[in-house]
């Protein structure tokens, strides 16, 4: 192996710093990039190559650490003043003082170290230095040598320890006389047996271990509760708040499961405190807290990234909320970026929203049109009169999509007070399917006030301007009132002749085939043969396929 | 060259793979055709290490093996294999196995065949090395001493290690004490070095626990239980993350006596009532401590459910007294193992007279299943050996000495510090280890009983530091 004695120092010293360099800018992009993102691979893989490069061919890599440089060998190949950004302070502060690579490096080594040196102790680093980080990982190839003064804590307390602890030892004649009495002593020896660990121990072990790597969570959780037995009145507040912290890092963790078990142990405590009620009062923060958008915003980013809950478990925990949480829930349902987190969020609100409507209401006047359409959507599941009067709200709101899950909506509420307003009015939407699905809702409710309205447009100024397809909409949800007085109208128009707008007036006779047609109505045989062989292409059409249906009992095949 | 082939783990399946053709040697012939598929395993898997490194050497250091100088590291599911192969090795006086080039089937066979016959001969050392002579790609080295020197600076060492500690968790608890915050960055710094020294020296900072201060009793024993606890842990087979852990929680376990006044820790005469009841607080203290000083994380919340239930035994009794818990922690259970193993120990407290290590050991015996674990009791019955570290035994020579390190090998043969000649004369104290034995095969030494040193007014300090 090559090592610094048998090259020049110019040969190893600008690799060496380039080396470093890379580190130092594979450190920033981990730093910047998530580990999903292909950057943050390549920077691994380029970083490898480098380093892997240059032990294959100078050998190991001692670095030595000072607080503003790096040295290899007794030459500086880094140096920094900067009090942030300084790689060898990094090192220095927690107490690094060499650093070797050996080679055999592997790439997930080089990529492990990589990880533990953009760790971002600023965020959560109260608690880790780099050396905790390096130490955990146990490198084969990385070899760190650590100032141990580091963690001295007390110079002189050894010394003064170990003084102690000494006292004055026995004296010669002291001890031959401490000997004399052992030797009279009577042996009442009582060693155990050991036995040596056996296969079946290690099984047992095995299993054991097993268990072990299940979450704490459920039974830090039950020993929380606990402490009421022990605690004094004034303990209560301190106790609650300790839950509330374990609730929030279930969540934090994706725990649910621990989070409902809070929940619900906070709803039904055990009667073990000395003044149940006022620990129920307290206990009322942790339903609070449950409720509050900072929980429900974790929840969020829980959903988003992927973690969806088992399905009981989430809805358990929504019916454990109440109310107040559906502003919480409101304002993350527009943030979320996956389909599968709002629905999670969707059918919470179906439940929460049941218990205040108003509240789910304030929704409506959400500035992101998805987002008022989630809620129409929910209005429509919660199924209750009660918002009705918001879903007539919403009939006008700006966006085409949301008045589509309006109209989805009214159309549910067939005879409820206000709907049928709300349906003819969206008759004259701007919006050709707008208008087109009121028809369709309409003809869905198959009730005489709905046919009123559905006649009278028809026969309403301008109806037979209308585009072919939306009369024929018209047309089709007639034949939902098989009535006498339908088959009559029907007919009436059948027969319509005229020498003005000779074709739309054509389009009109075709849609009133088609409606006969579809009610089976074989009165109107004799006039549709005749239609048959119209001149009109469409009205011959729309008369040969309504005979078919009428004779057989379905449309031709075309 | 394949730099990504796992050194770490081939090494480890070597010497297991020794190990198991040793075994089977014993009990068949090497040639047997069952035998050699078992041969034919370890000769491939060697032969890989020796084209890689060009040769290969399997040592004993202390009480673990080397593998051309890096220490292989056990798994749980080595372990037998690694202490049964490491009992042979020392009974040949044997050392060190160097192959140096590949290796052949029937080379592996005839090596084993010596090996398994040498057992019995006086010098199976000297019978091994030389029936091998023909054997031109295998050679053995004699079983080392580490050398006294070494021992020294290992020592001081292993003192710094164990003294920082007490120092440091002193500190905590006194910053605990006055509600400032504490640095869980050093704390477990401070772990990780000890886990480390166990790692390395386990004997010997095992032997830093016999000293007992019982001005700062909370302290030396905080961090005994830690010592204690991660060396169990090690024998159970945990990796270093959760020994970490384990030492920090463990470390960490009596956090609540912080809050209790001083003239019930330190009380000479029983307590009465109402001191058992602050007494029995110091679990639940302990947790909201735990929380105060760190915010929610694993370690956190395993080092809350072991000051919780640390006095909680197996069948429900102990304190604070709740309803049973379904099924006490793996950590808690170790934990309490090394908490009363230390306290009766060196506890003055509860004002009981300390009680010597074997002793201890075998009343921690009848406690098994009630309140203590026993298959956890098991691994650490086998950690402490027949004679604990600390026990003063009368020698078979008539000389007085203090058991000193445990012997793998054998744990009823452990290595003992004489501090007297036969006739009770002080000397300078010196280390013998149990299972040598003189020309004819008879052992040296043997011990011949234990006693209470406490009762005599011996000071193990002296001898430890
Ligand atoms: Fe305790
Ligand atoms: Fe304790």
Same mark, same amino acid.
């Given at each position: 192996?090559?090592?610094?004695?048998?090259?020049?120092? /110019?040969?190893?010293?600008?690799?060496?710093?380039?080396?470093?360099?890379?580190?130092?800018?594979?450190?920033?992009?981990?730093?910047?990039?998530?580990?999903?993102?292909?950057?943050?691979?390549?920077?691994?893989?380029?970083?490898?190559?480098?380093?892997?490069?240059?032990?294959?061919?100078?050998?190991?890599?001692?670095?030595?650490?000072?607080?503003?440089?790096? +040295?290899?060998?007794?030459?500086?190949?880094?140096?920094?003043?900067?009090?942030?950004?300084?790689?060898?302070?990094?090192?220095?502060?927690?107490?690094?003082?060499?650093?070797?690579?050996?080679?055999?490096?592997?790439?997930?080594?080089?990529?492990?170290?990589?990880?533990?040196?953009?760790?971002?102790?600023?965020?959560?680093?109260?608690?880790?230095?780099?050396?905790?980080?390096?130490?955990?990982?146990?490198?084969?190839?990385?070899?760190?040598?650590?100032?141990?003064?580091?963690?001295?804590?007390? /110079?002189?307390?050894?010394?003064?320890?170990?003084?102690?602890?000494?006292?004055?030892?026995?004296?010669?004649?002291?001890?031959?006389?401490?000997?004399?009495?052992?030797?009279?002593?009577?042996?009442?020896?009582?060693?155990?047996?050991?036995?040596?660990?056996?296969?079946?121990?290690?099984?047992?072990?095995?299993?054991?271990?097993?268990?072990?790597?299940?979450?704490?969570?459920?039974?830090?959780?039950?020993?929380?509760?606990?402490?009421?037995?022990?605690?004094?009145?004034?303990?209560?507040?301190?106790?609650?708040?300790?839950?509330?912290?374990?609730?929030?890092?279930?969540?934090?963790?994706?725990?649910?499961?621990?989070?409902?078990?809070?929940?619900?142990?906070?709803?039904?405590?055990?009667?073990?405190?000395?003044?149940?009620?006022?620990?129920?009062?307290?206990?009322?923060?942790?339903?609070?807290?449950?409720?509050?958008?900072?929980?429900?915003?974790?929840?969020?980013?829980?959903?988003?990234?992927?973690?969806?809950?088992?399905?009981?478990?989430?809805?358990?925990?929504?019916?454990?909320?109440?109310?107040?949480?559906?502003?919480?829930?409101?304002?993350?349902?527009?943030?979320?970026?996956?389909?599968?987190?709002?629905?999670?969020?969707?059918?919470?609100?179906?439940?929460?929203?049941?218990?205040?409507?108003?509240?789910?209401?304030?929704? +409506?006047?959400?500035?992101?049109?998805?987002?008022?359409?989630?809620?129409?959507?929910?209005?429509?599941?919660?199924?209750?009169?009660?918002?009705?009067?918001?879903?007539?709200?919403?009939?006008?709101?700006?966006?085409?999509?949301?008045?589509?899950?309006?109209?989805?909506?009214?159309?549910?509420?067939?005879?409820?007070?206000?709907?049928?307003?709300?349906?003819?009015?969206?008759?004259?939407?701007?919006?050709?399917?707008?208008?087109?699905?009121?028809?369709?809702?309409?003809?869905?409710?198959?009730?005489?006030?709905?046919?009123?309205?559905?006649?009278?447009?028809?026969?309403?100024?301008?109806?037979?301007?209308?585009?072919?397809?939306?009369?024929?909409?018209?047309?089709?949800?007639?034949?939902?009132?098989?009535?006498?007085?339908?088959?009559?109208?029907?007919?009436?128009?059948?027969?319509?002749?005229?020498?003005?707008?000779?074709?739309?007036?054509?389009?009109?006779?075709?849609?009133?085939?088609?409606?006969?047609?579809?009610?089976?109505?074989?009165?109107?045989?004799?006039?549709?043969?005749?239609?048959?062989?119209?001149?009109?292409?469409?009205?011959?059409?729309?008369?040969?396929?309504?005979?078919?249906?009428?004779?057989?009992?379905?449309?031709?095949?075309? | 060259?394949?730099?990504?082939?796992?050194?770490?783990?081939?090494?480890?399946?070597?010497?297991?793979?020794?190990?198991?053709?040793?075994?089977?040697?014993?009990?068949?012939?090497?040639?047997?055709?069952?035998?050699?598929?078992?041969?034919?395993?370890?000769?491939?898997?060697?032969?890989?290490?020796?084209?890689?490194?060009?040769?290969?050497?399997?040592?004993?250091?202390?009480?673990?093996?080397?593998?051309?100088?890096?220490?292989?590291?056990?798994?749980?599911?080595?372990?037998?294999?690694?202490?049964?192969?490491?009992?042979?090795?020392?009974?040949?006086?044997?050392?060190?196995?160097?192959?140096?080039?590949?290796?052949?089937? #029937?080379?592996?066979?005839?090596?084993?065949? *010596?090996?398994?016959?040498?057992?019995?001969?006086?010098?199976?050392?000297?019978?091994?090395?030389?029936?091998?002579?023909?054997?031109?790609?295998?050679?053995?080295?004699?079983?080392?001493?580490?050398?006294?020197?070494?021992?020294?600076?290992?020592?001081?060492?292993?003192?710094?290690?164990?003294?920082?500690?007490?120092?440091?968790?002193?500190?905590?608890?006194?910053?605990?004490?006055?509600?400032?915050?504490?640095?869980?960055?050093?704390?477990?710094?401070?772990?990780?070095?000890?886990?480390?020294?166990?790692?390395?020296?386990?004997?010997?900072?095992?032997?830093?626990?016999?000293?007992?201060?019982?001005?700062?009793?909370?302290?030396?024993?905080?961090?005994?239980?830690?010592?204690?606890?991660?060396?169990?842990?090690?024998?159970?087979?945990?990796?270093?993350?959760?020994?970490?852990?384990?030492?920090?929680?463990?470390?960490?376990?009596?956090?609540?006596?912080?809050?209790?006044?001083?003239?019930?820790?330190?009380?000479?005469?029983?307590?009465?009532?109402?001191?058992?009841? *602050?007494?029995?607080?110091?679990?639940?203290?302990?947790?909201?401590?735990?929380?105060?000083?760190?915010?929610?994380?694993?370690?956190?919340?395993?080092?809350?459910? *072991?000051?919780?239930?640390?006095?909680?035994?197996?069948?429900?009794?102990?304190?604070?007294?709740?309803?049973?818990?379904?099924?006490?922690?793996?950590?808690?259970?170790? *934990?309490?193992?090394?908490?009363?193993?230390?306290?009766?120990?060196?506890?003055?407290?509860?004002?009981?007279?300390?009680?010597?290590?074997?002793?201890?050991?075998?009343?921690?015996?009848?406690?098994?299943?009630?309140?203590?674990?026993?298959?956890?009791?098991?691994?650490?019955?086998?950690?402490?050996?027949?004679?604990?570290?600390?026990?003063?035994?009368?020698?078979?020579?008539?000389?007085?000495?203090?058991?000193?390190?445990?012997?793998?090998?054998?744990?009823?043969?452990?290595?003992?510090?004489?501090?007297?000649?036969?006739?009770?004369?002080?000397?300078?104290?010196?280390?013998?280890?149990?299972?040598?034995?003189?020309?004819?095969?008879?052992?040296?030494?043997?011990?011949?009983?234990?006693?209470?040193?406490?009762?005599?007014?011996?000071?193990? #300090?002296?001898?430890?530091?």
């Amino acid at each position: 192996m090559l090592t610094l004695n048998t090259m020049s120092a /110019e040969d190893i010293l600008r690799p060496a710093q380039e080396l470093i360099q890379v580190f130092q800018r594979a450190r920033k992009s981990l730093r910047m990039y998530p580990a999903n993102n292909p950057v943050y691979s390549r920077t691994i893989e380029d970083a490898f190559r480098r380093s892997d490069g240059f032990l294959l061919e100078y050998g190991d890599l001692e670095l030595k650490f000072r607080q503003n440089d790096i +040295l290899l060998g007794d030459q500086v190949v880094y140096q920094s003043q900067d009090k942030e950004d300084n790689f060898a302070f990094f090192f220095f502060k927690d107490g690094v003082r060499e650093l070797t690579f050996r080679r055999g490096l592997s790439s997930m080594e080089l990529g492990e170290f990589l990880r533990a040196i953009s760790f971002d102790f600023e965020r959560h680093g109260e608690e880790e230095d780099i050396v905790t980080l390096l130490w955990e990982r146990d490198f084969e190839h990385i070899k760190y040598v650590i100032d141990e003064n580091f963690l001295l804590e007390d /110079e002189v307390y050894e010394n003064r320890a170990v003084a102690q602890a000494k006292g004055e030892s026995n004296d010669e004649p002291e001890l031959k006389r401490i000997y004399g009495e052992i030797m009279k002593e009577e042996d009442v020896s009582g060693q155990p047996e050991v036995a040596p660990v056996t296969k079946a121990d290690l099984h047992a072990l095995l299993k054991e271990l097993e268990r072990d790597s299940v979450s704490k969570l459920p039974k830090l959780t039950a020993m929380l509760f606990d402490f009421f037995q022990e605690a004094d009145i004034s303990e209560y507040v301190g106790t609650v708040d300790l839950i509330i912290d374990a609730f929030e890092y279930c969540i934090k963790t994706g725990d649910l499961r621990s989070a409902v078990g809070l929940l619900a142990k906070a709803s039904d405590p055990p009667p073990v405190a000395q003044d149940v009620l006022l620990m129920k009062k307290e206990l009322e923060r942790l339903l609070e807290f449950a409720s509050s958008p900072e929980i429900v915003g974790m929840l969020g980013e829980q959903l988003d990234s992927g973690e969806l809950f088992e399905t009981n478990i989430f809805e358990e925990y929504v019916r454990r909320l109440d109310k107040s949480a559906v502003p919480s829930f409101i304002s993350i349902l527009g943030e979320l970026k996956t389909i599968e987190a709002r629905k999670r969020i969707i059918n919470a609100l179906v439940f929460l929203g049941g218990k205040d409507i108003q509240a789910l209401a304030k929704g +409506l006047s959400d500035h992101r049109w998805y987002v008022v359409r989630n809620i129409i959507y929910i209005f429509r599941q919660i199924g209750d009169p009660g918002v009705i009067e918001f879903l007539v709200k919403a009939a006008r709101h700006q966006d085409v999509r949301v008045r589509m899950e309006v109209l989805r909506a009214l159309g549910e509420f067939e005879g409820q007070q206000g709907v049928l307003p709300a349906l003819r009015e969206a008759l004259d939407d701007p919006e050709a399917s707008i208008r087109m699905m009121a028809v369709r809702a309409l003809g869905r409710m198959k009730s005489a006030p709905a046919k009123k309205i559905i006649l009278s447009r028809i026969n309403g100024k301008g109806f037979i301007d209308l585009d072919f397809n939306e009369k024929k909409e018209y047309f089709e949800v007639l034949a939902n009132w098989p009535e006498t007085e339908t088959e009559e109208f029907l007919l009436r128009v059948l027969r319509t002749g005229s020498f003005f707008k000779k074709s739309k007036v054509a389009e009109l006779r075709a849609c009133a085939a088609y409606s006969l047609g579809l009610m089976g109505c074989r009165g109107a045989l004799g006039h549709l043969e005749k239609l048959k062989n119209a001149k009109n292409r469409l009205l011959s059409d729309y008369s040969y396929r309504a005979i078919k249906r009428i004779e057989y009992g379905q449309q031709p095949g075309h | 060259m394949d730099s990504s082939l796992d050194i770490s783990r081939l090494s480890r399946e070597i010497v297991s793979q020794l190990a198991v053709i040793v075994r089977t040697s014993q009990l068949h012939d090497p040639r047997n055709i069952a035998v050699a598929t078992s041969i034919e395993k370890f000769v491939s898997g060697a032969n890989v290490l020796i084209l890689e490194e060009s040769s290969m050497e399997i040592e004993i250091v202390g009480e673990y093996f080397y593998l051309n100088g890096e220490r292989v590291k056990f798994t749980m599911e080595h372990l037998l294999n690694f202490d049964f192969l490491q009992r042979e090795f020392k009974k040949r006086a044997l050392g060190s196995i160097k192959f140096m080039c590949e290796v052949s089937t #029937a080379d592996m066979q005839e090596f084993l065949t *010596v090996f398994t016959s040498c057992q019995f001969s006086a010098e199976p050392f000297e019978d091994l090395t030389l029936k091998i002579e023909g054997l031109r790609c295998i050679s053995v080295g004699r079983l080392r001493r580490i050398s006294e020197q070494s021992d020294i600076d290992m020592r001081k060492t292993v003192k710094r290690t164990y003294f920082n500690a007490v120092s440091f968790t002193r500190g905590v608890m006194n910053k605990i004490k006055v509600g400032e915050r504490i640095s869980m960055k050093k704390a477990k710094r401070v772990v990780e070095t000890m886990v480390d020294t166990l790692l390395d020296k386990e004997e010997f900072l095992l032997g830093m626990t016999v000293i007992k201060n019982y001005d700062e009793y909370t302290f030396h024993h905080s961090v005994n239980v830690s010592i204690i606890s991660v060396a169990l842990g090690q024998r159970l087979g945990l990796d270093r993350k959760s020994l970490m852990e384990l030492g920090l929680v463990a470390l960490f376990h009596d956090i609540g006596k912080t809050l209790i006044p001083n003239e019930i820790l330190n009380k000479p005469t029983a307590f009465d009532e109402q001191d058992w009841k *602050v007494m029995t607080r110091h679990p639940l203290s302990g947790v909201k401590l735990i929380f105060q000083m760190k915010s929610f994380d694993s370690a956190s919340v395993r080092a809350a459910i *072991v000051a919780y239930e640390h006095h909680i035994h197996p069948d429900g009794s102990g304190y604070p007294g709740v309803k049973p818990i379904a099924e006490l922690d793996l950590f808690s259970r170790i *934990v309490a193992i090394a908490d009363q193993y230390d306290a009766m120990t060196s506890s003055r407290i509860y004002a009981r007279t300390p009680m010597t290590p074997d002793k201890a050991l075998a009343l921690m015996v009848k406690r098994i299943s009630s309140q203590l674990d026993p298959l956890l009791m098991k691994f650490f019955i086998n950690l402490a050996g027949t004679y604990p570290v600390g026990t003063l035994v009368v020698l078979d020579t008539m000389e007085l000495g203090i058991v000193f390190s445990a012997n793998q090998s054998d744990n009823s043969r452990p290595k003992v510090k004489v501090i007297t000649g036969p006739g009770g004369n002080r000397i300078e104290s010196w280390v013998a280890d149990l299972t040598e034995k003189n020309a004819a095969g008879g052992y040296l030494r043997s011990i011949r009983k234990t006693v209470d040193h406490n009762k005599y007014g011996i000071n193990l #300090a002296e001898y430890f530091l």
